[in-house]
């Protein structure tokens, strides 16, 4: 699986970055949602999510904190949980 994922950045990606915790890897258009695909596929402990547009994924990384660090974020992740409850 990794070998795919390393043959599929070969391909596609031309560029990465990174603020805090979110990565951006910068592909050839239209390749975004190929790369994000391949990197879930991998289910990696270490990452939250991908987000793939036409020319681009975030990747959110686990920073480690048992729950979400600002006030408005913890709000929303208890009521995210909360909605995904079977009534």
């Known amino acids: 699986a990794v070998g795919r994922v390393q043959r599929t950045f070969q391909d596609f990606v031309v560029d990465v970055t990174f603020s ?18 391949a990197l879930d596929g ?4 270490s990452v939250a999510g991908t987000v793939a547009g036409d020319d681009a994924v ?6 480690g904190r048992p729950e979400p660090s600002s006030p408005a974020a913890r709000e929303l992740f208890k009521e995210f949980l ?3 409850q079977k009534g």
């Open 20 to 37: 805090g915790n979110l990565l951006v890897v910068k592909t050839l258009p239209g390749s975004a949602q190929v790369v994000a695909a």
């Open 42 to 45: 991998l289910q990696l402990e």
């Open 58 to 63: 975030l990747v959110v990384a686990k920073d």
């Open 82 to 84: 909360a909605w995904r």
